[in-house]
């Protein structure tokens, strides 16, 4: 892999173009025709540093420019099956505190003012505990995190199903959070980061979902997803480190679990956040570095 050569993306486009007019015929393995297998970075289900995937999945994840068009999802909100455990994880993130009107009977109270009160009847009252945690939920959508969709959404599921959360919001990315989140990636609504974190107080419990594993310009470059998001005004690094700066908890869940946890893009962004597995484990982890004082 050191061997191969790294082009950057005007590089790719100028020769994507050249293979376009010079072939002629399918071609599978080897390192210049656009194929399968082999070490061209054109092609797909090979090995490439930086390249343009066509069709068919990708090698090392690492592809610069998808050459067809992108569909992305949300997450499902109503899976009910196997989100129990999800569920009582979650929970934990719990802080119970008293707000609000005084509007639940404080019964200790009562009984103490009515026997001060020669035994007539004297009601006390107390603020109702309520969980005071608020919950945002950042999720990578489309790509290589399909074969994670039907996990994600689980997660997505349980989160939006606990109603004792003061406040919980979502919003899904493409490979790195760049200029737009978006609360709804299939019609392609975005919204600012810069808008979103304003509005956002710094005591948000954030939770970051994605494999992390992206071609290293995607991540350290500005273009970064040149394809889906355009030119943008920083770097995805850049907009990670916003966040880890304007948040106080702030932990990332990983769904990938091969030999891909070693990718250059995976140990950069597990070095800002903590990382953790996207399993019961994996989450209760997380919840519980959530939960400790920063």
């Known amino acids: 892999m050191a061997a191969l050569q790294k082009m950057d993306l005007e590089e790719l486009l100028k020769e994507f173009e050249k293979r376009l007019q ?6 599978d393995g080897g390192n210049y025709w656009i194929g399968t297998g082999g070490t061209s970075p054109f092609g797909h289900g090979g090995y490439n540093p930086s390249g343009i995937l066509v069709g068919g999945p990708g090698g090392m994840r690492s592809a610069v420019r998808i050459a067809e068009a992108r569909y992305f999802r949300n997450y499902r909100s109503d899976i009910t ?10 929970k934990q ?62 997660l997505f599921s349980a989160a939006n199903s606990l109603s004792h959360f003061r406040s919980f919001k979502y919003y899904y990315f493409h490979n790195c959070p760049y200029d737009v989140l978006y609360p709804d ?20 419990r954030v939770i970051f979902v994605g494999d992390a594993c992206m071609a290293p310009s995607e991540l350290m470059d500005r273009y970064g997803d040149i394809y889906f998001h355009g030119y943008q005004k ?6 990670l480190k916003q966040f880890r700066s304007h948040f106080s908890h702030v932990v990332w869940l990983n ?32 919840v519980k570095k959530l939960s400790t004082r920063q």
């Open 22 to 27: 010079e072939q002629k015929e399918r071609h």
């Open 81 to 90: 099956l196997d989100i129990r455990q999800l569920k009582v994880a979650l």
């Open 93 to 154: 993130l719990r802080k119970l505190n008293r707000i609000g009107l005084e509007e639940e009977l404080d019964l200790d109270r009562t009984i103490d003012a009515t026997c001060k009160n020669a035994g007539e009847l004297e009601f006390k009252w107390k603020r109702p505990r309520k969980n005071t945690v608020k919950l945002l939920l950042i999720m990578d959508a489309g790509g290589s995190m399909e074969p994670f969709a039907d996990l994600c959404s689980q």
């Open 185 to 204: 990636i299939q019609q392609h609504k975005g919204i600012p980061i810069e808008k979103l974190l304003k509005a956002l107080e710094p005591d948000y």
């Open 234 to 239: 920083m770097s995805g690094y850049e907009r």
């Open 255 to 286: 769904p990938e679990r091969s030999v891909l946890r070693s990718y250059p893009t995976v140990q950069i962004i597990a070095r800002m956040f903590p990382m953790f597995d996207l399993t019961i484990d994996g989450l209760n982890a997380a």
